[in-house]
C-alpha cells in the first residue's frame, strides 16, 4: 500500500520562518482603531453623543469640582482686609496673601468660597440663560429683544448670501467651463479674495450709509469671491469623459452646459454651498459691528458688557444650534434633491 | 505556442465564409478612412522628432460589418478609435462616414468607452433617453424609444434604478442601449468590457453578437483581448506601434454563429497564433521587463517549490 499523500503531521518541524503568527494579526490591537474602517452604526451614534457629551463633562468638572480650577475666591466676609467687599472676586493668591497679612496683624481673616471666573459660569446657569433668554426683557428700553437680534442676523445672512450665490453660482459654472470666463475673471476674483472682508467694512459704511446694506455687502464680499473660485474648481472636477460621452450622442454646447456639466456638478456644488453658509456666519460677527451694531454680535457684546457671561454663551450656544439645525436641514433636503448621490456626502 | 499542435493555415475560409465575405464585400461602404495620421505635438513641442502615434492608417468598413482592432499597447488604437469618433482631431488623411468628411462629434457614430460614462445623475431609463432628446424628440417618444432598447440589452427592469445601482457589466449594456437609441451608423467601442471580470466579460460579448446581429449596426471594437478579438470580429485590423500602423488585416475563419466551443478550434487557435506573432514578435519585448529576477534565496534547502 502507497503512503498517504499527506501524512499527518504535528506542529511544523520545518523551516523556521518569521512569519507573524496567525492568531495575532500586526498592527491591529482593537476593533476600533481600524485604519480607514467604517464603525457599526449603533457606534456610530454613541460616539456622535459622545462628542458632545465629553465637553459638556469638561465643563461641568470644571464648574462644579472645586479642586479642578476655581482661580478664584468670592469674597464673603471682608474681615478686617480694608479693600475687600462682599462679592468681590479676588485672586486666590491674593486672598491667602492678604489673609497671612492680617494673621500676622492680629485682625479678622476674611472668609470666601472659591470659585470660577465670571466669564466662566457654571452649566446650569447657562441652561437657565438658554431657558429664559426668550423670554427676559431687554434690560434698557428700546433694546431689541434676543429673538429680534437673531431675526435680524439670519435676515443679513440670508439676504448675503442670496445674493452672493446669485451672481456666484452661475460665474463660478462658467469658469469651470470656460477657459475664456476662468482666464478673465479668475485672477482678479484670486486677488480680492485674500483681502479680508472686514477691510472693506469703512468703504462700504461710506458708501451703503450704516442701516443693513453695508452688512450684507461685507457678507456678500466675504463669501462671493470664495465661492466663484471653489465652485469654478469644482465644475472642472466633473469627468471629461461625461462631456465626450454626452458628445458623441449629439449634444451641443448648449446642451452640454445645461443637461450635463449643471446636472453633473449640482450635488458638488450644494455641499460647497453648505461648507460657505458656514463662512457667513463668520463674516456676520464683523459685518454687525460695523455702523449701527445691531443682531446677535450686538446682543453679546452688550450681554458681556453687563457681565451677563451666561446669556452670552447662551447665545453663541444658539447660533451653533442654528448653524448644525441648518446644516442637516440642508443635507437632508440634499439626499431629497439628488437620489442619485451615494449616501456617504 | 503551436510547437505541439498542428494548425490549418489561418488564410483558410470555408465555402461558407467566403460567401459571406463576398457578400459583406458587395455591400456599401460607410466608414473610409484614407491615410490617417496623428503626430502628437506637446505645448511645448516636445513630441517632435517622435514617431507619429498613427503613421498611415487606410482601411475601409463595410456596412454590418464587425471590425475588431488590435495591436500592442501603444499603437494608437484607442486614438485612432477617438478620431473616428470625432473626439480628436487628426493631423493627415481623411475619415469619411457615408462619404461625409468627419470634423467632430456626431449622432451618427455611437461611442461606448471603457471606463464607465453612464450619467450618475439620471435613472437608466433616462440615460438612454438622453441622445433621442438631444435631437429634439419629445419626451413619450424617446421614453418609448429608450424602453425598446433596454427590452433589447435585457434590463427594462431595472429602467428606473441609477446606474450606481447597477453592476458593471449591466452598465456597459446600459451604455449600448443609450448610443444605440440614435440609430448610429456605426457603433464605436473602446474596450468596452476591459474593466469586467472574465465571466461577465464573456457573457457580454455574447450579448453584443446578439445585438448586432438584431439590430441594422456596424461595430469597430478596440480590444487587446486576443480570444475577444477573434470570437466577434468579421475582420481583425492588427495594428503595430511606433509609428501606428496597420500589420495585416485578418479574415477571421471562424464560423457563425459563433459560440464559446469555438475558442479551443484549429481555426480559432490558428488565427490566434498569427496574432501572437504579429503583437508579440521576438524582437519587441521590453528589456527591462524580460530580465531574469536575480537569484536571491530566501527559503532553506529541502524545502522545495518545484523541483
Same mark, same amino acid.
Given at each position: 500500500?502507497?503512503?498517504?499523500?499527506?501524512?499527518?503531521?504535528?506542529?511544523?518541524?520545518?523551516?523556521?520562518?518569521?512569519?507573524?503568527?496567525?492568531?495575532?494579526?500586526?498592527?491591529?490591537?482593537?476593533?476600533?482603531?481600524?485604519?480607514?474602517?467604517?464603525?457599526?452604526?449603533?457606534?456610530?451614534?454613541?460616539?456622535?453623543?459622545?462628542?458632545?457629551?465629553?465637553?459638556?463633562?469638561?465643563?461641568?468638572?470644571?464648574?462644579?469640582?472645586?479642586?479642578?480650577?476655581?482661580?478664584?475666591?468670592?469674597?464673603?466676609?471682608?474681615?478686617?482686609?480694608?479693600?475687600?467687599?462682599?462679592?468681590?472676586?479676588?485672586?486666590?493668591?491674593?486672598?491667602?496673601?492678604?489673609?497671612?497679612?492680617?494673621?500676622?496683624?492680629?485682625?479678622?481673616?476674611?472668609?470666601?468660597?472659591?470659585?470660577?471666573?465670571?466669564?466662566?459660569?457654571?452649566?446650569?446657569?447657562?441652561?437657565?440663560?438658554?431657558?429664559?433668554?426668550?423670554?427676559?426683557?431687554?434690560?434698557?428700553?428700546?433694546?431689541?429683544?434676543?429673538?429680534?437680534?437673531?431675526?435680524?442676523?439670519?435676515?443679513?445672512?440670508?439676504?448675503?448670501?442670496?445674493?452672493?450665490?446669485?451672481?456666484?453660482?452661475?460665474?463660478?459654472?462658467?469658469?469651470?467651463?470656460?477657459?475664456?470666463?476662468?482666464?478673465?475673471?479668475?485672477?482678479?476674483?484670486?486677488?480680492?479674495?485674500?483681502?479680508?472682508?472686514?477691510?472693506?467694512? $469703512?468703504?462700504?459704511?461710506?458708501?451703503?450709509?450704516?442701516?443693513?446694506?453695508?452688512?450684507?455687502?461685507?457678507?456678500?464680499?466675504?463669501?462671493?469671491?470664495?465661492?466663484?473660485?471653489?465652485?469654478?474648481?469644482?465644475?472642472?472636477?466633473?469627468?471629461?469623459?461625461?462631456?465626450?460621452?454626452?458628445?458623441?450622442?449629439?449634444?451641443?454646447?448648449?446642451?452640454?452646459?445645461?443637461?450635463?456639466?449643471?446636472?453633473?456638478?449640482?450635488?458638488?456644488?450644494?455641499?460647497?454651498?453648505?461648507?460657505?453658509?458656514?463662512?457667513?456666519?463668520?463674516?456676520?460677527?464683523?459685518?454687525?459691528?460695523?455702523?449701527?451694531?445691531?443682531?446677535?454680535?450686538?446682543?453679546?457684546?452688550?450681554? $458681556?458688557?453687563?457681565?451677563?457671561?451666561?446669556?452670552?454663551?447662551? $447665545?453663541?450656544?444658539?447660533?451653533?444650534?442654528?448653524?448644525?439645525?441648518?446644516?442637516?436641514?440642508?443635507?437632508?433636503?440634499?439626499?431629497?434633491?439628488?437620489?442619485?448621490?451615494?449616501?456617504?456626502? | 505556442?503551436?510547437?505541439?499542435?498542428? &494548425?490549418?493555415?489561418?488564410?483558410?475560409?470555408?465555402? %461558407?465564409?467566403?460567401?459571406?465575405?463576398? *457578400?459583406?464585400?458587395?455591400?456599401?461602404?460607410?466608414?473610409?478612412?484614407?491615410?490617417?495620421?496623428?503626430?502628437?505635438?506637446?505645448?511645448?513641442? %516636445?513630441?517632435?522628432?517622435?514617431?507619429?502615434?498613427?503613421?498611415?492608417?487606410?482601411?475601409?468598413?463595410?456596412?454590418?460589418?464587425?471590425?475588431?482592432?488590435?495591436?500592442?499597447?501603444?499603437?494608437?488604437?484607442?486614438?485612432?478609435?477617438?478620431?473616428?469618433?470625432?473626439?480628436?482631431?487628426?493631423?493627415?488623411?481623411?475619415?469619411?462616414?457615408?462619404?461625409?468628411?468627419?470634423?467632430?462629434?456626431?449622432?451618427?457614430?455611437?461611442?461606448?468607452?471603457?471606463?464607465?460614462?453612464?450619467?450618475?445623475?439620471?435613472?437608466?431609463?433616462?440615460?438612454?433617453?438622453?441622445?433621442?432628446?438631444?435631437?429634439?424628440?419629445?419626451?413619450?417618444?424617446?421614453?418609448?424609444?429608450?424602453?425598446?432598447?433596454?427590452?433589447?440589452?435585457?434590463?427594462?427592469?431595472?429602467?428606473?434604478?441609477?446606474?450606481?445601482?447597477?453592476?458593471?457589466?449591466?452598465?456597459?449594456?446600459?451604455?449600448?442601449?443609450? *448610443?444605440?437609441?440614435?440609430?448610429?451608423?456605426?457603433?464605436?467601442?473602446?474596450?468596452?468590457?476591459?474593466?469586467?471580470?472574465?465571466?461577465?466579460?464573456?457573457?457580454?460579448?455574447?450579448?453584443?453578437?446578439?445585438?448586432?446581429?438584431?439590430?441594422?449596426?456596424?461595430?469597430?471594437?478596440?480590444?487587446?483581448?486576443?480570444?475577444?478579438?477573434?470570437? &466577434? *470580429?468579421?475582420?481583425?485590423?492588427?495594428?503595430?506601434?511606433?509609428?501606428?500602423?496597420?500589420?495585416?488585416?485578418?479574415?477571421?475563419?471562424?464560423?457563425?454563429?459563433?459560440?464559446?466551443?469555438?475558442?479551443?478550434?484549429?481555426?480559432?487557435?490558428?488565427?490566434?497564433?498569427?496574432?501572437?506573432?504579429?503583437?508579440?514578435?521576438?524582437?519587441?519585448?521590453?528589456?527591462?521587463?524580460?530580465?531574469?529576477?536575480?537569484?536571491?534565496?530566501?527559503?532553506?534547502?529541502? %524545502?522545495?517549490?518545484?523541483?
Amino acid at each position: 500500500m502507497l503512503p498517504p499523500l499527506y501524512p499527518p503531521t504535528g506542529p511544523s518541524t520545518g523551516p523556521q520562518s518569521r512569519r507573524v503568527p496567525p492568531n495575532k494579526p500586526a498592527g491591529m490591537p482593537l476593533p476600533a482603531f481600524q485604519i480607514r474602517k467604517p464603525l457599526a452604526r449603533r457606534a456610530n451614534l454613541w460616539l456622535t453623543q459622545a462628542a458632545f457629551l465629553l465637553p459638556l463633562l469638561l465643563w461641568c468638572a470644571i464648574s462644579y469640582l472645586p479642586f479642578v480650577w476655581h482661580p478664584k475666591v468670592d469674597i464673603l466676609d471682608p474681615g478686617s482686609v480694608d479693600y475687600f467687599q462682599k462679592g468681590m472676586q479676588v485672586d486666590r493668591s491674593e486672598f491667602r496673601e492678604e489673609n497671612a497679612k492680617q494673621a500676622a496683624a492680629g485682625g479678622h481673616p476674611a472668609t470666601g468660597t472659591r470659585a470660577n471666573p465670571v466669564y466662566l459660569p457654571a452649566p446650569h446657569l447657562v441652561a437657565k440663560a438658554l431657558f429664559t433668554a426668550f423670554r427676559t426683557p431687554p434690560l434698557r428700553d428700546g433694546e431689541p429683544w434676543l429673538h429680534q437680534s437673531l431675526g435680524h442676523s439670519i435676515r443679513i445672512i440670508v439676504l448675503g448670501f442670496l445674493l452672493s450665490a446669485l451672481f456666484g453660482v452661475p460665474l463660478g459654472i462658467l469658469c469651470g467651463t470656460f477657459a475664456l470666463v476662468s482666464r478673465l475673471s479668475e485672477p482678479f476674483v484670486d486677488f480680492i479674495r485674500y483681502m479680508p472682508a472686514p477691510v472693506f467694512g $469703512a468703504l462700504s459704511v461710506a458708501i451703503l450709509g450704516i442701516d443693513d446694506a453695508p452688512k450684507v455687502a461685507i457678507i456678500f464680499i466675504g463669501t462671493f469671491f470664495q465661492m466663484v473660485l471653489v465652485l469654478a474648481n469644482t465644475t472642472r472636477s466633473l469627468p471629461a469623459a461625461l462631456l465626450e460621452a454626452a458628445q458623441t450622442l449629439g449634444a451641443r454646447r448648449r446642451q452640454l452646459l445645461l443637461n450635463v456639466v449643471v446636472p453633473g456638478v449640482l450635488p458638488l456644488l450644494y455641499r460647497d454651498m453648505r461648507i460657505l453658509l458656514g463662512w457667513a456666519w463668520t463674516y456676520l460677527i464683523v459685518a454687525e459691528l460695523i455702523g449701527a451694531s445691531s443682531g446677535i454680535s450686538f446682543f453679546i457684546y452688550q450681554q $458681556a458688557k453687563y457681565r451677563n457671561y451666561d446669556n452670552v454663551y447662551a $447665545a453663541i450656544i444658539i447660533i451653533g444650534l442654528i448653524g448644525l439645525g441648518t446644516d442637516m436641514a440642508l443635507k437632508g433636503l440634499g439626499r431629497l434633491f439628488f437620489p442619485w448621490e451615494k449616501a456617504d456626502t | 505556442m503551436g510547437d505541439t499542435l498542428a &494548425l490549418p493555415d489561418y488564410r483558410d475560409l470555408s465555402p %461558407d465564409l467566403v460567401k459571406r465575405f463576398q *457578400a459583406i464585400g458587395a455591400r456599401e461602404t460607410i466608414l473610409e478612412i484614407e491615410h490617417l495620421r496623428k503626430d502628437f505635438t506637446g505645448r511645448n513641442g %516636445d513630441g517632435a522628432g517622435m514617431p507619429p502615434v498613427l503613421g498611415d492608417v487606410s482601411f475601409q468598413v463595410k456596412r454590418r460589418e464587425f471590425i475588431c482592432v488590435i495591436g500592442a499597447s501603444g499603437c494608437g488604437k484607442s486614438t485612432m478609435l477617438r478620431i473616428l469618433g470625432g473626439l480628436e482631431p487628426r493631423t493627415g488623411g481623411e475619415v469619411r462616414m457615408n462619404g461625409h468628411s468627419v470634423s467632430g462629434p456626431g449622432a451618427d457614430r455611437g461611442m461606448v468607452f471603457q471606463e464607465y460614462t453612464l450619467f450618475p445623475w439620471l435613472t437608466v431609463k433616462k440615460n438612454v433617453m438622453f441622445g433621442p432628446k438631444m435631437a429634439g424628440q419629445g419626451k413619450d417618444a424617446s421614453e418609448a424609444e429608450a424602453l425598446q432598447w433596454l427590452d433589447m440589452v435585457g434590463l427594462s427592469e431595472r429602467a428606473n434604478a441609477y446606474p450606481h445601482q447597477l453592476s458593471g457589466g449591466m452598465k456597459q449594456r446600459v451604455a449600448i442601449a443609450r *448610443a444605440l437609441a440614435n440609430y448610429p451608423a456605426i457603433l464605436l467601442m473602446d474596450e468596452p468590457f476591459g474593466a469586467l471580470d472574465a465571466q461577465t466579460r464573456c457573457q457580454m460579448q455574447k450579448h453584443l453578437l446578439q445585438i448586432w446581429k438584431n439590430v441594422d449596426i456596424t461595430v469597430l471594437f478596440v480590444t487587446h483581448d486576443l480570444d475577444e478579438a477573434i470570437f &466577434l *470580429a468579421d475582420r481583425i485590423v492588427v495594428l503595430g506601434a511606433r509609428p501606428g500602423r496597420i500589420l495585416e488585416i485578418i479574415q477571421v475563419p471562424v464560423d457563425r454563429p459563433r459560440h464559446q466551443g469555438q475558442l479551443l478550434s484549429p481555426h480559432f487557435l490558428a488565427v490566434k497564433n498569427r496574432l501572437e506573432q504579429l503583437i508579440h514578435p521576438e524582437e519587441t519585448p521590453d528589456p527591462e521587463e524580460m530580465k531574469d529576477l536575480p537569484l536571491v534565496r530566501m527559503t532553506q534547502v529541502g %524545502d522545495e517549490a518545484e523541483p
